[in-house]
């Protein structure tokens, strides 16, 4: 009866400290404005405002030919969706003062015999000229325009086929449509798990120490690992609730299927929020205000979050040294978890390898984040 009644009062006094956080909670503007007001900004940014397709580039046509087949390649440039046609050039020199200006990141320069060149056996030219000081974009405009000029000139031979011909058949898994927000869904929900389960718990315990509350916390019966559940549990769920309207924004207004299993996702979500709460508390452990608290929270977890994961920079392309890197960081692993199992409808038995990392990086810093609080009493 007595360990019966220990373990009510225990679980009394921490149902009571935990409701006191949530009071404390929702009583700070700034942490609301931070817990909702962010994540829905965020996911509004990147499922609209930055996406990998380019679209919308300004182009300038110089037409030396004036004919009917120049006339038709025009034509197809223009109502695609990927290029704004703008005024007509009157020379080459006025395509490089528009390129100088900004006014447009590509030009397509006709020959004179563009149409009667067009059907002799040496063939016509078409010079496309793109600004390079940004390659990836350059690349990806001037294959459009490749595929638009093939695509016309199919159209015009279409019963001249060489000898030996090799069509692609090409499919597009995981986003037939070409949703540019789907890469980028993932990676939120690991961002705004960072920003709000690591430093919301870390300032959460300095604000005590600076408010010199955290003394009166520890001299009462309350025992310290319970001040640090406490101060860890509001954060748990409210994240879960940031996750709920995460998926429900990105399945009615970004059109996001989730393709693998609900409970799948929210436990290895559940695991990761765990995760970050015990690097905010460890980080709670090392730090004596609120400011620097925040500081190595955001710096040194949201700038890694962006870079090293992959849902903004392919890390294939970065530095062995980067990639090393990235293996420490957390967030690579749940980015993984989550794109494989929401995006492709993986099951666990593809991603309990990086399940079992996060399970080892939540274990190991809990115990140290416990620890080091323990060592400070």
Aim: with cysteine; aromatic share 10%.
């Amino acid at each position: 009866m007595k360990k019966r009644s220990h373990f009510s009062t225990l679980i009394v006094q921490l149902s009571a400290f935990i409701r006191k956080e949530f009071y404390h909670v929702f009583r700070d503007r700034r942490t609301l404005l931070i817990l909702f007001g962010m994540p829905i900004a965020q996911i509004l940014l990147f499922g609209f405002a930055l996406s990998s397709e380019v679209k919308n580039i300004g182009i300038a046509v110089l037409d030396n030919a004036h004919d009917v087949q120049s006339g038709q390649v025009i034509s197809k440039i223009r109502s695609s969706s990927y290029f704004q046609v703008r005024k007509p050039a009157l020379n080459e020199k006025e395509i490089e003062q528009r390129f100088k200006e900004g006014e447009i990141k590509c030009a397509v320069i006709f020959p004179n015999n563009f149409g009667s060149d067009l059907y002799h056996t040496e063939g016509t030219q078409i010079q496309v000229i793109a600004d390079a000081s940004d390659p990836n974009t350059a690349t990806t405009v001037t294959n459009y325009l490749n595929n638009i000029i093939s695509n016309y000139q199919q159209e015009l031979n279409p019963t001249q086929k060489p000898a030996y011909q090799i069509i692609p058949e090409i499919r597009q898994l995981y986003n037939e449509e070409q949703n540019g927000s789907l890469n980028f869904i993932p990676g939120v929900i690991a961002l705004v798990f960072m920003i709000v389960s690591t430093a919301l718990t870390s300032v959460a315990v300095v604000r005590e120490k600076e408010l010199g509350t955290m003394e009166i916390l520890l001299v009462s019966p309350f025992k310290p690992i319970m001040v640090l559940i406490a101060k860890a549990v509001p954060y748990l769920v409210l994240s879960l609730i940031d996750f709920i309207i995460i998926l429900l924004l990105s399945v009615f207004l970004l059109d996001v299927e989730i393709r693998g299993s609900l409970v799948l996702i929210f436990a290895e979500s559940i695991l990761f929020i765990i995760t970050c709460l015990s690097l905010g508390l460890l980080i709670s452990n090392i730090t004596n205000s609120q400011q620097t608290a925040m500081m190595i929270s955001m710096m040194g977890m949201m700038l890694p979050t962006l870079i090293l994961t992959g849902f903004m920079f392919p890390l294939e392309n970065m530095p062995k040294v980067f990639q090393w890197i990235s293996y420490i960081i957390p967030s690579k692993y749940y980015y993984a978890i989550i794109k494989g199992v929401m995006l492709k409808g993986l099951g666990f038995s593809y991603v309990w390898k990086e399940t079992l990392v996060l399970v080892v990086m939540a274990s190991g810093l809990l115990f140290i984040a416990l620890k080091n609080f323990k060592i400070r009493l």
